[in-house]
């Protein structure tokens, strides 16, 4: 059985407590951008910046998806 390394010193609660907060900070950032939320310019739904609509199918006025086709391929597989 292998042994585990052990800590020359004490970590103080001031160190230990500023890294767990800049991991906090960092976490935090990068989940802000997943959270928010936009309006569609077209039918108004909401839905995550810079992705298509899921709703309407557009993305930037333009239609990106086919919201029909995909419909019909999903009770295809149903039925």
């Not at 230990?16 to 959270?35: E, W």
């Not at 609509?53 to 039925?79: D, F, H, P, S, W």
Request: with cysteine.
């Amino acid at each position: 059985m292998s042994k585990k390394p052990t800590p020359k010193k004490k970590m103080n609660q001031s160190s230990s407590r500023n890294r767990y907060q800049s991991f906090q900070t960092k976490t935090r950032k990068r989940l802000a951008g997943i959270a928010a939320l936009v309006k569609c310019a077209s039918c108004g739904a909401l839905k995550t910046p810079h992705t298509a609509c899921k709703k309407c199918g557009k993305y930037r006025g333009r239609q990106v998806l086919n919201i029909e086709k995909e419909m019909k391929k999903i009770t295809k597989i149903k039925a």
